[in-house]
Nanobody, 124 residues
Framework: QVQLVESGGGLVQAGGSLRLSCTASGSIISINTMGWYRQSPGKQRALAAEITKSGTTNYADSVKGRFSISRDNAKNTVYLQMNDLKPEDTAVYYC??????????????????WGQGTQVTVSS
């Protein structure tokens, strides 16, 4: 049906950069909002950044000025450019897509979905 596949996580030193990508596959007609949540050990999953289909963005205060989210609607792909990374950015980053309109088995459906998560580790 629909699947979100993430890439781009890894290990980086403090002050470094990483770029995460997430592509939604399937017979997708449109996606309303795409974004990234993150979860550190012992903490709840929390929003890092999100972007609507029209390009309106929303960032957590802790990443403003350092992270930049963008998307390619034609490719159903969302990106998260992370600069000036800090050890406290270490987390599993999850891609999310809300309001996925897709075709399946002769019908049209709408759903939300999550990626499997990608680890980002920032060393001090």
């Amino acid at each position: 049906q629909v699947q979100l596949v993430e890439s781009g996580g890894g290990l980086v030193q403090a002050g470094g950069s990483l770029r995460l990508s997430c592509t939604a596959s399937g017979s997708i007609i449109s996606i309303n909002t795409m974004g990234w949540y993150r979860q550190s050990p012992g903490k709840q999953r929390a929003l890092a950044a999100e972007i609507t289909k029209s390009g309106t963005t929303n960032y957590a205060d802790s990443v403003k000025g350092r992270f930049s989210i963008s998307r390619d609607n034609a490719k159903n792909t969302v990106y998260l450019q992370m600069n000036d990374l800090k050890p406290e950015d270490t987390a599993v980053y999850y891609c999310t897509a809300a309001g996925i309109v897709y075709n399946y088995g002769g019908g049209t459906y709408i759903r939300d979905d999550w990626g499997q998560g990608t680890q980002v580790t920032v060393s001090s």
